[in-house]
């Protein structure tokens, strides 16, 4: 276990030693950044890279978790298929927050990574210019929409090309 803020995890292994993506980022979107052990991550990895993380349950930790790193923004929003206020329920915590569509924002990432906790299609509605007009390589947490998942992305012309259960990366 490792300590990150005030929150005690279990990092996943994905995360801990050498990166298994080969690719180099410019700019990564981090949906569903938790507590940042992602955006922590993103930036040992790709130390020049741009990082936009979105946490809305955990942003207090997450800020806490990347302040001192470079060209790292964190968003205390959550992302999906539309503009409003919605009710989030996770780990026994309620919470109204902002949604967004990724779309919103006209960023032009290289890696998209997406782990919102069953609602990673929504997110994928919401990011389909983004997706369409910038091709960035894209993980997405499957779990049980792996079907919906893969159908989705083959429908933007991506194909699954590595797997680290949950995960799956996809790319054009």
């Known amino acids: 276990m490792r300590v990150l803020g005030l929150l005690k995890l279990n990092i996943p292994h994905r995360y801990r030693g050498k990166c298994y993506l080969n690719i180099q980022p410019s700019v990564v979107v981090d949906v569903g950044a938790y507590v940042g052990y992602t955006v922590q991550a993103w930036k040992r990895w790709w130390p020049e890279c741009e990082v936009i993380a979105f946490e809305p349950l955990y942003f207090e930790r997450l800020v806490e978790n990347v302040k001192g790193l ?3 923004t964190c968003h205390d929003l959550a992302v999906g298929p539309w503009d409003r206020n919605v009710k989030l329920c996770f780990e026994g915590r309620q919470k109204v927050v902002t949604m967004r569509r990724l779309d919103m924002f ?3 990432p290289d890696f998209l990574k997406i782990d919102v906790e069953g609602c990673e299609l929504g997110v994928l509605t919401g990011a389909l210019e983004t997706i ?11 779990g049980q929409t792996r079907l919906l998942s893969d159908a989705m992305m083959q429908r933007l012309g991506y194909h699954p090309v590595d797997e680290k259960w949950p995960d799956v990366i996809y790319e054009v």
């Open 70 to 72: 470079e060209k790292v």
């Open 106 to 108: 006209k960023l032009k």
């Open 132 to 142: 369409h007009l910038n091709h960035p390589t894209v993980q997405i947490e499957v």
